[in-house]
Every structure is written in structure tokens, then in C-alpha cells.
């Protein structure tokens, strides 16, 4: 019976090291590697995008999420990180940005197989950004502008990536406590309230909307102080340091079309 036993550790290296020696990488077609940020943050009680304008090619003069292709020798989050930075100024250290997806088809860019991988942050209100690189311009853009005619046209496939982010922090904000992302500590239950308004684009009842927030273990907690709102004095929070919300804090179902509600009378 042939032996099945591994080579020795040594045997193994020199095997490896003999494979790796004469591996041909140009045998395989040539893929790239890139990164994109999606940004969103709440401007003047709107949910926002941030987007930079293309100052070269491919897609010159048309707005994208800022991004581009990994170092050889970068890990994928320091890639967003610098990205970010160098095409927009804006440093995400202090805020949350998570992965959101990856994105691989076919012909999604013009110069070769180009592989993304789609970051979401989501931070407060942040300073004017600064184009840097090969961006002309950087700028919040409202969400609710993005499909007007006065909006952006956005390259590649960059309007499904910033549709799929959308969703994905509206979700967030049902089942965590990132809603506290968007604003700057310590906050009112006023101004969470707001986040959850713009980003999920309903009017939430201030009364149930606070008793809900009060009554979630690990979501905020008073810090003692008070603001002033002109007309007397409310309350102020910080986060609680919980990162899952129980019970989850769901999104108001959206009303059904006229034409799908069941027809009403009044009562003679």
C-alpha cells in the first residue's frame, strides 16, 4: 500500500520553495484590485454622500466614490483609509467604516478585470473636503439629489455600490447602536432622532421615539448635563458602549401605493 505520510517540514519548504520559484503569474489573466468608500453623513438634516470628481481617465469629469487601486504590500482597510484621505482629506481613524461588499463583474471598468472591495463609513457632520490626487473635486452630494437631472452622473457601477451602502446602514441602524455615528457626543434624543429621520427618509413621533431609545439596555446614557434649546432645557446623552440594539428599533413599513390600499367609506 503507497505511503500517505506528509513530507518532513523541510521537504515540504524546499518543495514550495522550488513551486514558488517557477510560478508564471502572467499565465492567468491580469486582475486588479481596488477600493471604494462609501461616506455617508447627516448635512443641514439630510443624508449624504461624499463623491469626487474624476480629473482623469477613465470617466473623466464624472462623479465617483473615492477609491482606487491596493498597494502590493497594503492591507485592504489601509487602502480605504489612504484613499480616502488622499483623494478627499478626510481622515475615517475616529469613525466607524466596515466592509460593505465586493464587486467583480465583468466589464465594470474599461482597462482590465477590476475587483472592488466597498467600504461603508458613516460619520458626523465632517469638515468641507478637499480634492486631492487625481480628483478635480470632492463634495457632499444629497442623497435625494443623486437620481434628479441636476444630480451627479455617477462611473462604473458606482450608483448600485452607493445604493447597496444606503441600504445597508439603514438596516444597521435597526438592529445597532452606529445611529450614534452620525452625531457628535453628547447629543439629544432630539438630534438621534433626526439620524434616524434622514437616513431612513420617515417622520418618526418624538414621544414613542424617545421612549424606545430610553428603554434599549446599552444604547445611551445621560451624561448629567443639559443643553439649551431657546424655549428651556433638555437633556444630554452619550453612547452606552452596547453595539447590538435589544429590542430592535424597525423601520415603520412604508405605506402601501394608492392604488394597492383597500378602498374606504364613510359610515352613513
Not at 482629506?89 to 466596515?98: F, K, N, R
Not at 466592509?99 to 458626523?124: E, F, H, I, K, N
Not at 427618509?201 to 428603554?215: G, M, Y
Request: proline share 8%; hydrophobic share 40%; glycine share 8%.
Amino acid at each position: 500500500m503507497a505511503s500517505t505520510k506528509r513530507p518532513s517540514g523541510s521537504r515540504a519548504s524546499l518543495e514550495e520553495t522550488s513551486f514558488l520559484s517557477g510560478y508564471d503569474a502572467s499565465a492567468f489573466p491580469p486582475v486588479g484590485l481596488t477600493v471604494d468608500i462609501v461616506v455617508l453623513t447627516i448635512r443641514q438634516g439630510q443624508l449624504c454622500v461624499l463623491l469626487v470628481e474624476r480629473g482623469a481617465h477613465p470617466a473623466k469629469g464624472e462623479w465617483a466614490l473615492p477609491g482606487g487601486f491596493v498597494g502590493p504590500d497594503e492591507t485592504l482597510d489601509a487602502a480605504a483609509r489612504r484613499e480616502l484621505a488622499e483623494e478627499t482629506g478626510v481622515d475615517a481613524a475616529p469613525w466607524h467604516l466596515e466592509q460593505l461588499c465586493t464587486y467583480g463583474d465583468p466589464g465594470r471598468d474599461p482597462r482590465l478585470r477590476v475587483v472592488s472591495v466597498a467600504y461603508l463609513g458613516l460619520m458626523p457632520d465632517v469638515p468641507r473636503p478637499l480634492a486631492g490626487t487625481d480628483a478635480a473635486d470632492a463634495r457632499f452630494w444629497a442623497v435625494d439629489d443623486l437620481a434628479t437631472k441636476n444630480g451627479p452622473s455617477l462611473a462604473f457601477d458606482h450608483d448600485r455600490i452607493v445604493a447597496d451602502g444606503i441600504e445597508r446602514a439603514r438596516s444597521r441602524l435597526e438592529y445597532t447602536t452606529l445611529a450614534t455615528s452620525f452625531v457628535e457626543q453628547p447629543f439629544t434624543i432630539a438630534d438621534l432622532r433626526r439620524v434616524y429621520e434622514s437616513v431612513w427618509a420617515v417622520t418618526l413621533h418624538p414621544a414613542n421615539f424617545r421612549r424606545k431609545v430610553l428603554s434599549t439596555p446599552g444604547f445611551v446614557e445621560s451624561t448629567g448635563d443639559e443643553r439649551s434649546t431657546g424655549r428651556g432645557w433638555t437633556e444630554l446623552y452619550r453612547a452606552a458602549g452596547g453595539s447590538v440594539l435589544h429590542p430592535a428599533m424597525l423601520r415603520p413599513a412604508e405605506p402601501a401605493p394608492a392604488a394597492q390600499r383597500p378602498a374606504t367609506r364613510k359610515k352613513r
